[in-house]
């Protein structure tokens, strides 16, 4: 297990509130591998997203540690690359601006940013837009170029933090099969956070359910579906089981949050 | 439906209707006598008065408007220059805000008028106090309009930023100023409008010219064609410079231009 | 529809309201006069007659309120707020050649002339040693001619040769002591505060002017306003006010020395000494001297004197107003 790019290691995050504390994850530990796609799912509240923001080093643990490459992580990291769910486009920037943010605080030349920007701008289909203004963009459109602008980056890992939960049910769809595509392209490591139990077995190697306050993992899912992102994998009877599984698994936490609320 | 925009053709032109129309009216209670015209004097008799004061052998109105601009835009450009890095920072920083704030509080809602005795002995009588009673008339408002600016810039984006391996630096100069810039330039707009309500104050005393200086010592002639002169051309260098700013936003925010509407 | 309804009824109430108390408030008693007036030594018949109960004798209920400037008491007169007051006449023609015809001019109560002067800082000492130096005063008032009439007499052109500074009454003395002006000329009380700072100089005198030379006044002699709306609604009235305010007159006349007592403090802050010195300067025109004073061998030959000035030199006033139409002396017939 030396190949772990990202270790979790017995985290617990406590938030502590005027009404007292809150524990939001505990005794978590998981294992992402290199090349791998893993799905965090759960209900809201479950702490996933403190999780994804512990990795991105914008929340430190109460205890344990985060490690990627085997050092823990202690300060914001640019080395995960964060996908955020409102896209967090700097709206006066261009999109080939925003696609070069990264590499030009980070030192790149003026001339390697351009032709790296005009790379990752065509992966992602965008070639045409580059001095259009993210106002100027559909939601689609603009979640490209968040994407575009992470892996212009050059992260180890990208964290994405439902990213695609603001777009409409078709763009929706799109965007999944094109972030596949262009993960397999590169053969990026990802962390996904969702609640949609839909997307999770359509992208990932690897499904973690996780149980409500105190969030720990409940179980782990190896998904061995073909990943072409193809609607018609929806259908296949393995998928459905898969599904259904799952999704009793996540029904049960919810009830559970739901009765924690009203009580 | 109730907010629509007319449009920039029939708006102005339902403006100078509305105009005219008030113009028409004043001028038609002053020449009925309604209004004594030592009281108001008609539209008519201001223009006059206008012309007198602009074409005559020692005119005085494009200087004044000159030298009371001078003294507006320096009070002006040094509350700006105090008044938004200032601004900046307590933006950014809680515990800095907190400790300036109540001190912006109890400036801010001082007239520009109360300075005058403290400006004086400190500064004279010179141009610097004049500068004084406009910086001190518009440097709190600044500094606020500031704050705001900044503290509405989306934090999402300093954590985007940040997370794109940014240095606080990097993102005051790359995310903070940007993002606050629009906020900031209406802030600065409406406060170079409050610079100018000022310039009476500025050129109550020790003052020789100036449109402040000129509605001062056409009350004392008892001059009401005079005062309006200078009032009116207080609104007009006001307008004139909105308009100027607005084209100064198209050219520091294109992309608020292009993305308008959606 | 219903809060829309009550909504609206609140708000024509509340308008009504307003209204309602703003015609209440307007309501004075009729026989309330207001008198407005400065620091100086020319309101002291004002203050004696409500001090000695003699405004009251004749039916008045005398308010006093204080307006430092002639020309703020003048618009307050002609705005209907105030009734009578004592004022430069310089702010009076100024206004009569702008066409505010809501007063009478009836009187001219006093000359004291030897009250404002032209006074230096510390190492100038004659007229040649002001060119290019700053002065400072209000601008005009009374000083305002008399600088330039001192300034023309000694050969400097007031707009050429050194630079005026525009002051409010009450800054010149504070001003002049910090040293940012060169000179500075006002009237009392300010005047002796410019002298009695060290190494003062004092270069030249409104008795110096030609003004004072042809007609014996000072520059912007003091005159007698009464509102006109309020004189003829009225006329008995009217004349019952200027007769008690003559008796006032007379009575500081025969008792300055007691007057200044019943007076410092509570309408002038200056030393009792200071004022009894001032006052003995003052010559009071009783009534039978207004008869005399107010015809073109008196103060008018003067007023015309001044207006060529204001029109002709200064350009501050855009006609030469026929003051004679101003001028009420019936008033003055009891």
């Known amino acids: ?263 | 439906m109730e907010g629509k925009e007319l449009g920039l053709w029939r708006s102005s032109v339902i403006g100078a209707i509305g105009l005219l129309v008030f113009l028409s009216l004043w001028e038609v209670l002053v020449r009925t006598n309604v209004i004594d015209p030592f009281f108001l004097p008609a539209p008519t008799q201001v223009i006059d008065k206008a012309i007198q004061m602009t074409t005559a052998k020692d005119a005085v109105l494009l200087t004044d408007i000159k030298i009371s601009a001078t003294r507006v835009l320096t009070g002006f450009l040094l509350s700006v220059f105090v008044g938004v890095p200032a601004g900046l920072i307590m933006g950014m920083n809680p515990v800095i805000r907190a400790a300036i704030n109540p001190i912006i509080s109890i400036i801010r809602p001082l007239p520009a008028l109360s300075w005058i005795p403290l400006s004086m002995l400190w500064l004279g009588i010179d141009e610097q106090q004049k500068y004084a009673i406009v910086f001190m008339g518009s440097f709190a408002s600044i500094l606020v309009y500031t704050t705001d600016a900044t503290m509405r810039v989306d934090p999402i984006l300093r954590r985007a930023a940040m997370n794109l391996g940014a240095s606080p630096l990097q993102i005051l100069r790359y995310v903070i100023l940007p993002g606050a810039l629009p906020d900031l330039l209406t802030g600065l707009k409406v406060v170079l409008a409050i610079a100018w309500t000022c310039v009476i104050s500025a050129e109550m005393v020790g003052a020789n010219s100036g449109l402040g200086f000129r509605i001062w010592t056409a009350k004392e002639w008892s001059d009401t064609g005079q005062v309006l002169v200078g009032m009116i051309s207080i609104s007009v260098t006001v307008l004139v410079l909105d308009i100027l700013f607005r084209g100064l936003e198209r050219v520091l925010l294109p992309y608020q231009r292009k993305t308008s509407g959606t | 529809m219903k809060t829309w309804l009550f909504r609206i009824t609140f708000v024509c109430f509340f308008i009504i309201f307003l209204f309602f108390s703003i015609s209440c408030t307007d309501k004075s008693p009729s026989n309330q006069v207001i008198v407005v007036g400065s620091q100086w030594y020319g309101h002291i018949p004002v203050w004696i007659g409500i001090e000695k109960g003699i405004f009251k004798k004749y039916g008045f209920d005398v308010k006093w309120q204080f307006i430092g400037k002639s020309m703020d008491r003048l618009n307050a007169i002609s705005s209907g707020d105030a009734h009578f007051a004592s004022l430069g006449e310089i702010a009076m023609l100024s206004a009569m050649a702008h066409g505010n015809t809501r007063f009478y001019w009836v009187g001219n109560q006093d000359i004291a002339p030897g009250f404002e002067g032209l006074v230096a800082k510390e190492g100038i000492t004659s007229f040649e040693q002001l060119k290019g130096k700053k002065i400072g005063f209000p601008f005009g008032a009374s000083v305002d001619i008399t600088c330039r009439l001192l300034l023309k007499q000694h050969g400097l052109d007031p707009k050429k040769d050194v630079r005026l500074v525009n002051l409010e009454v009450g800054d010149v003395p504070s001003v002049f002591q910090t040293g940012r002006i060169d000179a500075a000329i006002i009237w009392e009380p300010g005047f002796s505060q410019l002298v009695s700072i060290d190494g003062a100089t004092v270069l030249g005198m409104d008795t110096d002017t030609e003004v004072y030379k042809k007609f014996g006044t000072m520059t912007g002699p003091d005159v007698l306003i009464i509102n006109k709306a309020w004189s003829d609604e009225d006329r008995l009235r009217a004349k019952r006010f200027m007769k008690a305010y003559f008796e006032s007159l007379e009575w500081v006349d025969y008792n300055p020395e007691e007057a200044v007592k019943l007076i410092q403090g509570k309408y002038i802050n200056q030393d009792l000494s200071l004022i009894q010195k001032n006052i003995e300067k003052f010559i009071w025109h009783d009534i039978e001297d207004q008869r005399r004073i107010m015809t073109d061998n008196g103060i008018f030959g003067q007023a015309d004197y001044i207006i060529r000035i204001l029109h002709e030199d200064m350009k501050v006033i855009p006609n030469k107003p026929d003051f004679r139409k101003w001028v009420n002396l019936d008033i003055l017939s009891f």
């Open chain 1, 1 to 263: 297990m030396s190949e772990a790019l990202i270790k979790f290691d017995n985290i617990t995050k406590r938030f502590s509130l005027r009404k007292g504390d809150i524990v939001a994850v505990k005794d978590f530990s998981l294992e992402i591998k290199k090349g791998e796609i893993l799905t965090i799912v759960g209900a809201s509240g479950c702490g996933k997203t403190t999780l994804l923001n512990m990795v991105a080093g914008f929340l430190t643990p109460s205890s344990g540690n985060i490690l990627l490459d085997g050092q823990p992580i202690t300060k914001v990291e640019p080395r995960c690359g964060m996908i955020f769910q409102n896209y967090a486009l700097f709206p006066w920037l261009s999109v080939r601006k925003n696609v070069e943010f990264g590499p030009k605080i980070n030192g790149v030349s003026k001339k390697v940013r351009r032709e790296e920007s005009a790379k990752y701008i065509e992966m992602v289909g965008l070639k045409g837009f580059e001095d259009a203004y993210p106002g100027e963009l559909s939601g689609g459109m603009r979640q490209r170029t968040a994407l575009c602008r992470v892996l212009a980056n050059k992260p180890d890992i990208l964290l994405c933090d439902e990213p695609f939960a603001a777009l409409d049910a078709m763009t929706r769809q799109i965007m999944q099969q094109e972030l596949l595509r262009i993960v397999n392209e590169s053969g990026q490591t990802v962390l996904f956070i969702t609640h949609s139990i839909d997307e999770a077995l359509i992208l990932s190697d690897k499904i973690v359910v996780m149980s409500v306050r105190p969030g720990t993992v409940k179980h782990i899912y190896d998904i061995e579906l073909p990943h072409s992102g193809k609607v018609e994998v929806q259908l296949t009877d393995e998928y459905l089981k898969l599904k259904r599984q799952i999704w009793a698994m996540v029904e049960e936490e919810v009830k559970i949050s739901m009765n924690i609320v009203s009580s």
